[in-house]
């Protein structure tokens, strides 16, 4: 996540099928696992031989990322390390039920700590393992050390108690029983984030890919590729043009895009650039599994939109709260095809408001930084 606040970090992730698709897929339950997280539960799901995806699904609390592991002839490699050491505790325990192989390199798709805050457990359990990252990654993660999360997670929790003792959310609107039930969750959550926190320490990349890195094992290919900017500066894709598979990072998140992007102006073209590849199964960094490109279309439409709007209204001089008025939320909920009341919410606080400060910050960071 690219900052902590009320509205990227408390969202109700809702519990989907599994895209059915025409490709077979092989199910694992992740059953009665040795490590728990509150509120936070996966599904490994298996798209080849070898090939297999833990799908988050999270309740309340801190967003978890999807982690993808390749088990090879002789090595696995992963691919984003989770948002907590017991994160990646769950992966190291499910790729151990497959194989002894080690685990050779750790793919950081980008630099948020709910992708790479199980990277030092990685080591941990294989001290060889590179860590791969571009280089933006690198020096992000250097600059926005792991300590500084702490107390913005704190603050969450005093925000929480003091809605539970009110019995009020933050817009003053009466708890139901269901909102009380999902903030004492996301309490937990951000409780036990902290706790896990304190096991580990941020562990940097050991190895950086400015373009584009393949690896070779056996008969499989993997493409690590750096196509343009978007959720951040330094998102990598990993692409099996065998198996037709990528792994995305949060350039593309389902069922609604995070919004707090560092480069929204270039995510088109970075998500067209995605679509060039030959991929039919489409892994986002939070979420579903695809197998088309209609999501990612929707998602395309919706920035290119997004950054216009934005653009038309900064140029005009307007300041950030004159450029929220401005942008058109009907017409970019219309482009997505958020239409119900609840996905109108759930797109509002995930993608919309962050958005328009992203875009408008890229733009007049002069103004941006005087807020």
Known sequence: MPTVNRRAVIRVFIALLASAGTQPLTLYAASAPTYVIPGNSYEIQQLAPGLYVAVRRVE???ADGNTMFII???DVIVVDAGAYPTS???MIAEIRKRTNKPVSCIINTHWHYDHTMGNQTYLDAFPSAEI???PATRDLAISNPLEKFVPAYQEEIVNID???ASGKDSDGQPLTARRREH???AKSDFEFWIRDAKTTKAALPTATVSDSLVLHRGERTIEVRFLGGGHTLGDLVVYLPKERVVATGDLVVHPVPFGGATNLKEWPATLQALKKLDATTIVPGH???QHDWNYVDREIALTQLTWEQVQKAA????NLDAVRKAVNGDELRKAFGATSPKDRDEFDYTYLDSAVEAAFQELRPDIATKK
């Open 72 to 74: 090879n002839d002789s």
């Open 132 to 134: 791969i990252s571009h």
């Open 88 to 90: 990646a505790r769950q």
């Open 287 to 289: 979420g579903e599994i």
């Open 162 to 164: 003091k809605e539970l």
């Open 315 to 318: 140029n005009a001089g307007a």
């Open 183 to 185: 903030l004492e969750l």
């Open 60 to 62: 309340a609390g801190t």
